[in-house]
Nanobody
């Protein structure tokens, strides 16, 4: 099993920045891909960004490309999501996700609120 714990959410003004972190524990070796998703009330969870455990290739949703950056720290089993130039449309609960050899795993989520 893998356990994920997110941190770094909070309240920020339009144009501000936040960095989310996701720390994994357990069967780290089984992770293929780290991902960030977000969800607002009444909507489905949507993809934000991902990074491959091997090679570090990244992908981004069109809505965040150029503003968000995902990176990983293998020594600390941590993935970061740097979010710049935030807008109220980025307000959501952000979830860390891993795809692995075994059941996919989700973190508990961290709230990001961007005020206008």
């Amino acid at each position: 099993q893998v356990q994920l714990v997110e941190s770094g959410g909070g309240l920020v003004q339009t144009g501000g920045s936040l960095t989310l972190s996701c720390v994994a524990s357990g069967m780290i070796f089984s992770i293929h891909t780290w991902g960030w998703y977000r969800q607002t009330a009444g909507n489905e969870r949507e993809f934000v960004a991902s990074i491959l455990q091997r090679g570090g290739s990244t992908e981004y949703a069109e809505s965040v490309r150029g503003r968000f950056s995902v990176s990983k720290d293998d020594a600390r089993n941590t993935v970061h999501l740097r979010m710049n130039n935030l807008t109220p449309e980025d307000t959501a609960i952000y979830y860390c996700h891993v795809r692995r050899s075994g059941p996919d795993t989700w973190g508990q989520g961290t709230q990001v609120t961007v005020s206008s």
